[in-house]
């Protein structure tokens, strides 16, 4: 496999490690706290866990990492459309860990220009403007606030989707630099998070209790049925079966940086 897109590492001290432990798959038989401790070690504080404050999977890395050392950073993108039960999730974090979370916002002169071309709610006319609304109000503010870091943790995992099977624990992400991304749960089954999240008693977005298992923006979320694909909640008017957008990009089909 070719490397690509490592410039963001170029001139860091543990580029030759990271590089290494991908070449030999490594990190694959760590758990997740072991994980996160050796992140913490290499990287903090230019480390930073993305959560969304809409599954559970963002808390229970919240919860380890605050175990291992409770200064390190969180971020949340607020697009402008989340859902109320979602903003009060993330003061009762805050308040929880007394931990400061980083909300980043869109910028207000790419929303304005979007909104005022294709309406408020354009997203609902094509899959082309929804993906144009995700990328003004999630991917370009992600790729600007992880500027300024050299490794991210999310919560993906591999059953999530069939997008997401081929996540790996330990991958540079080409889409913002090439900057170190961590999936620490990437092997977990939802049971597993579920069980984590119970005998921490970790606070949880309350619309989890009202059917959705994800919650995404307001006007793109709904609740969903028994035996429904978990993620059939998210742009249930579109069909093309892939139900992300734009954050992660599939690692095998764009390159996980090596
Ligand atoms: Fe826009 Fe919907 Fe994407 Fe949120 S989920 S950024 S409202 S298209």
Redesign the pocket.
């Known amino acids: 496999m070719a490397l690509v897109a490592i410039d963001a590492l170029a001139e860091k001290p543990f580029r030759d490690e990271v590089l290494d432990l991908i070449r030999r798959d490594v990190v694959e038989g760590w758990g997740a706290e072991e994980i996160l401790t050796w992140a913490v070690q290499k990287f903090h504080p230019r480390l930073t866990i993305s959560a969304s404050f809409g599954a559970p999977e963002g808390l229970v890395l919240i919860d380890m990492l605050h175990q291992i050392d409770p200064t390190t950073r969180v971020f949340v993108l607020d ?1 402008g ?1 989340l859902h109320p039960a979602t903003y009060d999730l993330i003061d009762r974090v805050r308040d929880r860990y007394g931990k400061s979370i980083d909300v980043v916002f869109p910028e207000a002169a790419e929303v304005q220009d979007f909104v005022r071309k294709q309406g408020v709610n354009a ?1 609902y006319e094509s899959i082309e403007q ?2 144009q ?2 990328q ?3 991917v370009l503010p992600m790729r600007r606030h992880l500027a300024d870091v050299d490794a991210y943790v999310t919560g993906l995992r591999r059953d999530q989707n069939a997008n997401r099977a081929g996540t790996r624990k330990l991958a540079l992400d080409p889409s913002v630099g090439g900057i170190v991304k961590l999936a620490p749960l990437a092997d977990w089954s939802h049971e597993r998070v579920l069980e984590y999240v119970g005998r921490h008693q970790l606070p949880l977005n309350r619309l989890h209790r009202e059917g959705y298992p994800s919650v ?6 709904r609740a969903i049925g028994p035996g429904d694909d978990p993620r059939a909640g ?2 249930w008017w579109e069909n093309d079966g892939v139900k992300e ?1 734009g954050l992660h990009v599939n690692d095998e089909a764009e390159g996980s940086g090596i």
């Open positions: 697009t459309r997203f929804r993906k609304c995700c003004i109000r999630k995404g923006c307001e006007p793109c979320t998210r742009w957008c």
